[in-house]
């Protein structure tokens, strides 16, 4: 009879143990992008990173419309970390444009790597300037993206109405592809890493010459508007298909992104995992590269940064 209660007495111990052990099982959400993208494939990556080393968690990457949606997220707790340009970042802070609706308490985790604006066209569309849009059928990115907030602001540099002078789509970055393979648009703008992978395989595709139309002179004036968030890139003529001279492009930063609801110890544990297992990130994307601590100065991000996330860097001697 002893022997029969101390068995019970162990099973009944054996699962509280298995039932708390469960119960401290925990999920982090990774607000990324399109699948045509960089931040999807850079979100799969880090996603399992954080799966294999942080204890008790598993980390999921979930497709979304891009920097807007994943800041919204953010704001409603339905994810903890997104991938997000700084432009929109600042927005989400300050409460302007696309959220005009309420502030989100948005606070930087790492920068990442420069996005490039591509406006793209194919031969054909008469197309050779951004100005060149005008009576033009255009997307202007996918509805809840970074890449629409950017467009809008190179469009108005370049003197155009982005409702008047241009029949506009809400469309992401493959969808752009199919599109203006399908003759259903001319032109379509993308903010995204080198190599972008739609973009690569327009590109590619037989019977289609693809054109990168420079706009590196509209820098100053988003700058005026909008503060020091845009710079100039050249975009080599080797990065793409079929290109003949460099693209004269803008960029604008990457960072990796949380609300103020992350502890410090995760935000700590997060970037130090970033940081010194960039390999692995790397082997997914290139861009990843630029996952550095040189990158990681204030300038480069247009928030707050998150306490933990300053304690890691300040340890490895970067000031912030």
Same mark, same amino acid.
Request: net charge positive; hydrophobic share 30%.
């Given at each position: 009879m002893k022997r029969t209660l101390i068995g019970a007495a162990v099973a009944l111990v054996a699962t509280a143990v298995a039932f708390g052990a469960q119960a401290q099982q925990r999920t982090i959400s990774i607000g990324t992008g399109g699948?045509?993208?960089?931040?999807?494939?850079?979100?799969?990556?880090?996603?399992?990173?954080?799966?294999?080393?942080?204890?008790?968690? /598993?980390?999921?990457? /979930?497709?979304?419309?891009g920097s807007v949606d994943n800041l919204k997220l953010l704001g409603s707790g339905q994810s903890e970390i997104g991938f997000s340009m700084a432009d929109a970042a600042l927005d989400a802070v300050n409460g302007e444009d696309k959220f005009k609706g309420g502030k989100v308490a948005v606070q930087t985790l790492m920068v990442l790597y420069p996005n490039v604006m591509h406006v793209v066209t194919i #031969?054909?569309?008469?197309?050779?300037?951004?100005?060149?849009?005008?009576?033009?059928?255009?997307?202007?990115?996918?509805?809840?993206?970074?890449?629409?907030?950017?467009?809008?602001?190179?469009? *108005?540099? $370049?003197?155009?109405?982005? #409702?008047?002078?241009?029949?506009?789509?809400?469309?992401g970055v493959a969808e752009s592809v199919n599109a203006i393979k399908d003759k259903k648009i001319d032109a379509f703008f993308w903010v995204g890493g080198l190599p972008t992978a739609a973009v690569t395989d327009l590109g590619a595709t037989p019977g289609v010459k693809l054109k990168m139309i420079d706009h590196d002179d509209l820098v100053?004036?988003?700058?005026?508007?909008?503060?020091?968030?845009?710079?100039?890139?050249?975009?080599?003529?080797?990065?793409?298909?079929? /290109?003949? $001279?460099?693209?004269?492009?803008?960029?604008v930063w990457n960072v990796l992104v949380t609300n103020d609801k992350m502890s410090d110890k995760d935000a700590y544990e997060i970037v130090k995992l970033m940081v010194e297992k960039k390999a692995d990130l790397v082997a997914v994307h290139k861009e990843a590269e &630029?996952? &550095?601590? *040189?990158? /990681?100065?204030?300038?480069?991000?247009?928030?707050?940064w998150h306490p933990g996330a300053v304690k890691y860097f300040t340890e490895k001697g970067v000031k912030m």
């Open positions: 699948t045509g993208g960089v931040y999807y494939p850079i979100g799969g990556g880090l996603a399992n990173l954080l799966s294999k080393n942080l204890p008790n968690t /598993q980390a999921t990457a /979930q497709v979304t419309g #031969d054909g569309t008469g197309i050779t300037k951004v100005s060149d849009l005008k009576g033009k059928r255009v997307s202007t990115g996918s509805g809840g993206s970074a890449t629409e907030v950017m467009a809008f602001r190179v469009i *108005e540099a $370049a003197g155009l109405d982005k #409702d008047k002078d241009m029949k506009r789509e809400r469309l100053p004036k988003m700058n005026a508007k909008y503060g020091p968030l845009y710079s100039s890139k050249i975009v080599a003529k080797s990065v793409y298909p079929g /290109q003949e $001279a460099d693209n004269k492009a803008t960029a &630029s996952f &550095s601590l *040189e990158n /990681q100065i204030k300038g480069n991000s247009s928030v707050p």
